[in-house]
């Protein structure tokens, strides 16, 4: 049984790096990229339901989902793209280059299919299901590098503190 309230953490695991971009220690992007995340991933089903379904709601729900992703992904990004800037640890790792250049892709395709679907929600055949096939695909694909740098780095989180006199613990404070 546990004797203080402490959080547990194990002892293999790596020293993290706090996020600059927080409110009271939590990282603000995290917390803002499950929005985009949501919407641009529940754009292809709500794009194959109208084409099964024929029904406009579907349609409309869709360019909503693809506005709401774009917003709320160009909000993230902007978090996201502070915290990389902040962090000089961060700039170090190609995981972090590597999940910027696929978020603006990802972005990109939100804007095209806003555009695409402006004029009629409903005309998505064949580009807009292809947009929000892409879409899809380029969100597993941000998701996962982003995870890797939360979960494998421990970049942009909070958690204990690096050991003295690792590297982490040198590089926070040459940033501070």
């Known amino acids: 049984m546990r004797k203080t309230l402490e959080q547990p953490v194990a002892e293999e695991r790596s020293p993290t790096v706090a996020s600059r971009v927080a409110f009271r220690q939590h990282p603000l992007h995290p917390i803002i990229v499950v929005y985009p995340v949501a919407a641009l991933s529940l754009l292809l089903p709500a794009d194959a339901l109208f084409l099964w379904t024929g029904d406009g709601f579907w349609a409309t729900a869709a360019w909503w989902l693809n506005v709401l992703g774009l917003g709320s992904g160009l909000l993230a990004a902007v978090l996201g793209i502070s915290d990389m800037f902040l962090i000089r640890l961060a700039r170090r790792h190609v995981s972090v280059w590597s999940h910027f250049v696929a978020g603006v892709m990802l972005l990109a395709l939100a ?47 909070y958690g204990h503190r690096p050991d003295a006199d690792s590297a982490d613990a040198a590089d926070e404070a040459l940033d501070e």
């Open 111 to 157: 804007a095209m299919g806003v555009w695409l679907r402006a004029p009629d929600h409903g005309a998505i055949w064949p580009w807009g299901l292809l947009q929000s096939g892409f879409t899809f695909l380029m969100v597993l694909v941000v998701g996962w590098l982003g995870g890797t740098l939360t979960f494998g780095h421990g970049i942009g989180v």
